[in-house]
């Protein structure tokens, strides 16, 4: 007599990815690998890529030290969002403008992630606790910085290839503001790109982190859809006021290349 039929238990107690030398070794020759195809390339970033790749190494590691002590309180939970943004107010200041106006960057961050963020705590959809906040504000986070940095630079590149273009408007009347508006903003409007395509093409390209981990922690394949469907239209949300203030920063001159 044949006993019970086996219940199929989630994959929770698995581990896709199991931390060990093979890991390791791995890492190093696909970040090396990178290196050396720019380097082959001559697109002039491999000393970046092994630089950046090092960074993500130490910085992942001292967070997945400290995010149980995070998670524990307010205060220390507030500390570690505010270091997110200070650090991503830096990296896309330095990376657009490289002189003093890089504090303008953490506007548009904080103009895209405050109301997203503000009305997730309100609504209950996200509750104030580390391990939930963090990763969603991180998220958020490193949208609007992708999305500052590259509206940033394609307008500030385009002013200046174009220079005489605006000069020109203005001669013909328009205030300083509308002329540079009209020259950048169809530039600066191409950083939507990779989030709209992300979007586009989710569950049909890519199956994107959120939802891979959320079937990885067990929740049902609905579940997943929901949360990953969440992360990307807000994203959208967040790239675009992110975008939107970065064009009128550069159009008032507020942002800018020496």
């Not at 070794?25 to 092994?50: D, N, T, Y």
Request: glycine content about 10%; charged content about 15%.
């Amino acid at each position: 007599m044949s006993g019970p039929p086996a219940v199929r238990r989630p994959y929770r107690g698995r581990v896709l990815l199991p931390v060990s030398p093979t890991l390791g070794v791995v890492l190093a020759v696909l970040l090396v690998f990178a290196a050396g195809v720019a380097a082959w390339a001559s697109l002039g970033r491999s000393r970046e890529i092994l630089v950046a790749g090092i960074r993500a190494a130490v910085q992942l590691g001292v967070v997945s030290l400290v995010i149980g002590w995070v998670a524990r309180g307010l205060p220390p939970l507030l500390a570690f969002v505010a270091l997110m943004f200070a650090v991503a107010v830096w990296t896309a200041g330095r990376r657009i403008t490289g002189n003093r106006t890089w504090r303008w960057a953490a506007v548009p961050i904080a103009a895209g992630v405050l109301p997203v963020v503000v009305a997730l705590l309100i609504t209950g959809l996200v509750p104030v606790r580390g391990l939930a906040l963090i990763p969603v504000t991180g998220i958020l986070i490193g949208g609007a910085l992708t999305a500052t940095v590259l509206s940033g630079r394609r307008a500030l590149d385009e002013m200046a290839a174009r220079r005489g273009e605006v000069e020109a408007a203005m001669a013909l009347g328009l205030l300083d503001r509308d002329a540079r508006l009209e020259i950048v903003r169809p530039a600066a409007s191409d950083a939507l790109l990779p989030g709209l395509d992300q979007t586009r093409t989710v569950g049909l390209v890519t199956l994107p982190g959120a939802f891979v981990g959320m079937l990885l922690g067990g929740a049902s394949p609905v579940q997943a859809g929901a949360v990953q469907l969440f992360v990307l239209v807000a994203l959208m949300a967040v790239q675009a006021v992110a975008v939107a203030t970065v064009l009128e920063l550069v159009a008032r001159g507020l942002l800018h290349r020496d």
